[in-house]
């Protein structure tokens, strides 16, 4: 079902660059600091194809996306990006400290080019809707630059993983491309050319489904331009570069996958008050608090706290709620509640996921915030970290945080092998995959 193809990559050159000075974060993940970061760099980074800046005075003629497409043509010119010789599939390790913890892992999969499949053709699915700024930032930046710089991250499943013991036997030897990221992640690179093992490894893949992990919006604009391109062709070629997209492969199954989970930020409620709030829970949650009075008790509860949140949730259903007042807030949903009745219309699968539960039963019910209030961010923003989300409501920039575990990989992939999509901010897979370790140029 999933096809997959070597290709021949455009790569940053390590003679001619520092790679640690030209690699980006993925363009959503980079915030307006870390673009200023990247331009002062290195004068080949990679910012200015994936997030370039716009300037007031910029025309049709000269703007951020013909700035874009003319470096890439610059850094070619110039030595900076090389193509590789030979059509190759590229190992990619990624070897990281989980956020928060002492534990370390590593992360292996494959880069290669995919076909890229309509949605009702139930090969690749999604798991969260997509915004149509974005897309179509992303669609004019592709028609100028005719490249794609960023990995789509994509799930399969292997539960004996074959593919991962094809992808060990190929890596043994010391990773010719080695880089440190920002977050302290350390990535490896193994080209891999040999006809036989790239064989092996699409004969593996081709009775796969893929799960969209991150990259919505790249993979939506790779369908948009392809459908572009059969336009202007008045035909369809299956082996036209726009029909393929750079993708990296990871199975869901291997050792090596975090999900991080994104806690919610409530502000802007008329009259809240958090007895009233919690007198609206009651018929729906056990509340177990962790009251504190000074920074001793406070950091003692609060890891207390943390830990219950974590380990109860493995047993029962747990949010975490934080309004100040000296207290952190536990909620166990009741043994008895009937989540069908509850959250009429809610798919079942979708009522197993604790984020479902907190927008529907928790904002919805308790602070009547609705699914669209949330859509335009007028009560909710987002925070990966915990003590991000609790410190908005220290210095008074929020009234409530509610604090969350993390989504399993196996709920995420039986949502859209399904045909159903989470709801926004669900899931933060980590880390991120960088953009330019390789470079897929539709013209070569």
Same mark, same amino acid.
């Given at each position: ?213 991150? /990259? ?6 790779? #369908?948009?331009?392809? =459908?572009?391109?059969? +336009?202007? !062709?008045?035909?369809?070629? @299956? ?84 309004? /100040? ?6 909620? #166990?949903?009741?043994? =008895?509640?009937?989540? +069908?009745? !509850?959250?009429?219309?809610? @798919? ?97």
């Amino acid at each position: 079902m999933a096809e997959v193809f070597p290709f021949q990559a455009y790569r940053f050159n390590p003679a001619r660059v520092d790679l640690a000075k030209v690699l980006t974060q993925p363009y959503d993940k980079i915030t307006p600091a870390m673009q200023e970061r990247y331009y002062a760099l290195a004068s080949q980074n990679l910012i200015a194809v994936e997030k370039g800046k716009a300037y007031s005075d910029d025309t049709p003629a000269n703007n951020v996306y013909t700035r874009a497409a003319q470096a890439l043509k610059n850094w070619i010119t110039q030595g900076a990006l090389v193509r590789d010789a030979a059509p190759s599939i590229y190992i990619y390790l990624q070897d990281y400290q989980v956020p928060h913890t002492r534990e370390r892992k590593v992360r292996k999969g494959f880069i290669a080019l995919g076909r890229v499949e309509d949605y009702a053709g139930g090969v690749v699915f999604r798991h969260e809707q997509t915004l149509a700024g974005p897309r179509a930032d992303r669609l004019e930046l592709l028609r100028h630059t005719r490249a794609h710089t960023g990995q789509l991250f994509m799930l399969y499943a292997d539960p004996q993983q074959r593919i991962d013991a094809l992808l060990e036997q190929a890596s043994r030897a010391p990773a010719p491309v080695e880089v440190r990221d920002e977050y302290d992640v350390v990535h490896r690179l193994w080209p891999v050319a040999d006809a036989q093992t790239i064989e092996c490894i699409r004969n593996e893949m081709a009775d796969k489904k893929l799960v969209i992990a991150d /990259g919505h919006h790249r993979y939506e604009t790779a #369908l948009a331009y392809r =459908n572009e391109c059969r +336009a202007a !062709l008045g035909a369809t070629d @299956p082996n036209a570069p726009h029909e393929k997209v750079m993708m990296t492969f990871i199975n869901m199954q291997a050792e090596g996958l975090t999900i991080l989970p994104t806690h919610r930020v409530v502000s802007n409620l008329a009259g809240f008050s958090w007895n009233g709030f919690r007198q609206q829970l009651t018929p729906y949650f056990d509340v177990r608090s962790y009251s504190f009075s000074g920074p001793q008790e406070r950091a003692a509860r609060y890891a207390e706290f943390r830990e219950d949140l974590s380990n109860l949730g493995r047993e029962r259903r747990a949010i975490g709620l934080y309004a /100040g007042g000296g207290a952190f807030h536990l909620l #166990l949903l009741k043994p =008895n509640a009937d989540l +069908a009745v !509850l959250l009429p219309g809610v @798919p079942a699968a979708q009522r197993q996921l604790d984020v479902v539960l907190l927008h529907r039963l928790v904002l919805e019910k308790g602070l009547g915030i609705t699914a669209q209030a949330v859509a335009m961010e007028k009560n909710i923003t987002y925070e990966r970290e915990m003590d991000a989300a609790i410190a908005a409501v220290d210095r008074g920039q929020a009234q409530l945080c509610c604090l969350l575990n993390p989504v399993r990989v196996e709920q995420v992939a039986k949502i859209a092998l399904g045909g159903e999509v989470l709801p926004q901010k669900s899931t933060d897979f980590y880390p991120k995959l960088l953009s330019g370790l390789t470079i897929y140029c539709l013209d070569e």
